[in-house]
């Protein structure tokens, strides 16, 4: 696939078009390409628990995050109401000895690592399987495809694609280099792990080892690796369930057309139904992998059903 | 084990000196119980996903929940920074057609299905393992004992012990029923299961399928069924890796000392460092549990790694 | 004025009509019936300083306040980022003995005490002085009639319209009665207060110190004494600059039409410019106004210049 | 007074002794220096009420403010509930036509334009009066002397010390400038503008205007002109009931020794009990009276009455 780096709106078309699952899980589907993710799936992954060891794939959440409050994104701000220096100093208020400490939060569900949810992109005024925008999200949040209704499903087989230590130098690929088909399936041929159908798929570019190495920079929006336009195919006719990587944005940035902005989002959620996952952090885990050579895994990376959201934190769990 | 109920103190007291684990996994030590699920409980929790079908344990987290504002406790407020009929009505300044949805949350880590971390209560003043409470939890958070802590770990094989099923009436206990040792243990030989070393145990006890139906009421900080401080010993013996209910606060309510709150809380987390879940939903796995007669399964249940935070929203997934 | 209950519709479009500012002020106007409030009226009301004595017309901004959930309305929720006990215990990382304490607000902005920005209400998908609703006000916040727009003007003269206390019984409405024309009259009349162009208005109910005696009860939304849908006559030909309640709806409730919401809104706002304040204490100031005789004063009521807000939390002080 | 650079803890003990109003109103005053500005100063200042011209002495209130992120101090988060594009795509289930918009606020105290509460700084574990520190301010907010003590209060003259224009190059102090009582006694004689007991003053550096024009740059928490903790004696021998400045933190940047933070807080706040403001707006106000050559004014600055705040978001409006 070549781009003509002039029209990203006939790109985009053309691409909706020929990967959409609209109508492909009925009309009322609220799942996208997780319905991919079957119990014949999961049964494949349990199978990959061997030795029993886990990683967490999130990043932290609190006020040194990347964010720096492009589009209202705040780092999340956690306070307390009640703390150890109070009960030891005030008691607070309770019986026989009793202490406790309470806290809260606010943050964008966008702020950390996480999942888009199907009504977190539109286009032209469509949302996943055609339906119009404007009746699926309103001020109240999505009200047909909420992240809620995925909650029980995203458990099963994940796939580390770590196409920053196979393509890339020292490990990371550079800011701007968009990770093509090609890509995707040397590395998977160089791992010797296979990608398909349910799978979910864990894209590692090495941005994250740099900007923890160098500080946050632009990670919140700037300039990345991520995924080339033109790997719409792949991820249409892989048939994977979902797919995640350790940037910001997903596709490569600055994205491949001369005047746009995530176009490959707008092929892929709205139109394909696909389940993206951002700010990941496949670090510890890629070390494991590059170390014993498995890079397929048990994955369970569930979202918290905030009803009627576009999107979720979430801490994503791998067990090998 | 008889209690005083004039003497909630002493009780602690003992209670709190018999079945400590201080020290027992080093000076330094963050995770508490956790450290009992192990990788070969991994593995033999792997094994128990056979038909590949998956379970969310998690109530919803939105302004329908239970709190009233007790301890300044809301349900979440979860408000849109961008929506469907905006991208539809304004294009919202994005080019070639694509349109966004973006949300925020605001919400106390205690609202819904929760982990409660180790810095979540104190007994006279100490905290897990023995750490002075102002040492560990200011305002800035849980310095030491930090959720983020226990990100990787809990995965691992989970156990329903549904006493509302096996001693209530209609599969419910009534408010203000004490789960003791013998009904936990009589439960699960009525199921046919073991609990032990490393396990995640889930106890329904009946009460939220009664607020679903009959209307929160005073779900959040009333009467409930819930574990009695007499099964300290079994919580200890057991040792198991951390226990969920389907109720707001775990122990009984009220609670079985004639002044007292929360007497189990303060012998389970600072000395027994206890992992305990509250508000859990099992009612949908607790149906498939009493068809299939099958109640161990694999449980992730990883709490978000907001760095200092006492306590974390989870979403646990069981797989059987 | 005589109302048809059962046709809400037909008398909001003819009061719409009537009572009309749309233009009055240019079609740029973001200020609406604030245009009234001018000098010559500031200087009229700055003689109304005779004693120097000051009120506060807020109520509390805290978790004891009357907001349960609905619309999403919760009391607002102030949390620490530092406290006395930390300086005191940790030192926080401070020199020379120095110690500190911070904090953060969550709330709507109509929780308690407040101004109604023109950005609130729309009638038939139009806001203030005709301008499409969707243009207006989208999930960015009020693009055009921002309360910042606000900032710098509501101070002038204030006039108390004590209605509990010349109408009432033991100086209260009960709820559901609708303060008619009339009775602002008869008020003003026994007060020997004038009330004219450019005044800011504080009707007093006595709602409000009924449930401070007796209890919130569903003082947020429920039944109250308010304004009259008649009275939007009065309050157009009055050219005042601001009216104010002591109730959470400024109008009656149940409303005077069968199916109805707010009526009376839907004319004052988008088609009058009118500013409304709602849970306003007048308690303090109305004592000393029944013990001076004296109903008018120096108000200044000026709301935060939050970007984009349609309403803003208020501390009106009136001064005599 | 000429200050050891090396001593901090020494000139911070000698100016609290000599500077301390403790016990001046009592042992249970929660006013500190408020308590200076009576009824005879109300009534002073509504005679400077001539034109009738009001002005707004804040900043926005916004996702553009100067913060950023230390100690978890954020730009305020305003979101919507309800917006005018749902109003007229859904409807929003309001009969007749009625159509709304609602919205919510998260923000520090501190954020922007605000008061400083007398729980805001200690000294060596003492509040205002001479009270434990851990007894004021805990988790719950300050117990005693929270901000909504002071809501009726903030009401009287004000005076503008334009030390930018008076003793700057046009019209703005440098980062670093200490400004002096000798400054300020000079920039009130270049005025012919009186100060003392009870007037509200505000002085203006210049700051403002300089980020304003250059961007924000470290506004919040850099390098600015501000008051030399040698002002100390002014500001406690005018017996002033307020100060406010145009800058983050009212005293000069870096402070003026080798290792301090915020020493003129620390003797001001807890010892003198003086209520500060910081980030207030002067610029309009200014010009006026450099145009008029009146520098005293009508000034309302009232706190939001955030039950136990530590301090207040402001919007103070100053008229002529």
Redesign the interface.
């Known amino acids: 696939m070549t781009l003509d780096r002039t029209d ?2 006939g790109a ?1 078309a053309e691409a909706a078009r020929t990967y959409s699952n609209w109508g492909r899980w009925g009309e009322d589907d609220v799942l996208g390409t997780l319905n991919f993710l ?6 494949q ?2 199978a990959l ?8 794939l ?7 995050g990347p964010q720096k ?1 492009w ?20 008691g607070q208020g ?17 702020c950390s690592t996480q999942w888009d949810g199907l ?7 469509k ?1 996943w399987n055609g339906r ?11 009200l047909v495809t909420g992240i ?1 209704h995925m ?5 099963g087989r994940g796939v580390l694609l770590d196409v920053g230590r196979v393509i890339g130098e020292d490990g990371e690929l550079p800011d701007g280099f968009a990770v093509t088909a090609e890509h995707l399936t040397a590395t998977a041929e160089a791992h010797g792990v296979s990608v398909g159908r349910g799978d979910i798929v864990l894209v590692r570019t090495g941005q994250l080892t740099r900007v923890r190495r160098d500080g946050w920079g632009e990670y919140a929006g700037g300039p990345a690796p991520g995924l080339s336009f033109t790997a719409a195919g792949w991820l249409h006719g892989t048939e994977i369930a979902a797919i995640a990587t350790d940037t910001w944005g997903f596709e490569v940035r600055p994205n491949e057309f001369e ?5 490959l ?2 092929v892929a959620i709205p139109n394909m139904g696909l389940l993206i996952g951002e700010m990941w952090d496949p670090d ?1 885990l890629a070390e494991d992998c590059a170390a014993d050579g498995v890079h397929d895994f ?1 994955l ?1 990376a ?10 979720s ?5 791998a ?1 090998k």
Not at 58 to 64: E, G, L, R, T, V
Not at 151 to 155: F, K
């Open positions: 990203p709106e985009i079957d119990e014949a799936k999961r049964r992954g349990a628990i061997r030795r029993g060891v886990s990683f967490s999130s990043q932290s959440f609190d006020m040194n409050g589009r209202r994104r705040t780092n999340p701000v956690h306070t307390m109401l009640d703390t150890g220096t109070d009960a030891v100093v005030t309770f019986p026989h000895g009793l202490g406790g400490a309470d806290d809260v939060i606010a943050m964008p569900l966008q009504g977190h992109i539109f286009d032209h005024g949302a119009p925008a404007e009746r699926v999200v309103t001020s109240e949040g999505d809620e909650a029980p499903h995203v458990a005047h746009a902005f995530q176009p989002h707008q510890a048990w369970t569930a979202p918290l059903p905030i009803t009627g959201a576009v999107g934190p979430v801490n994503p769990i067990v």
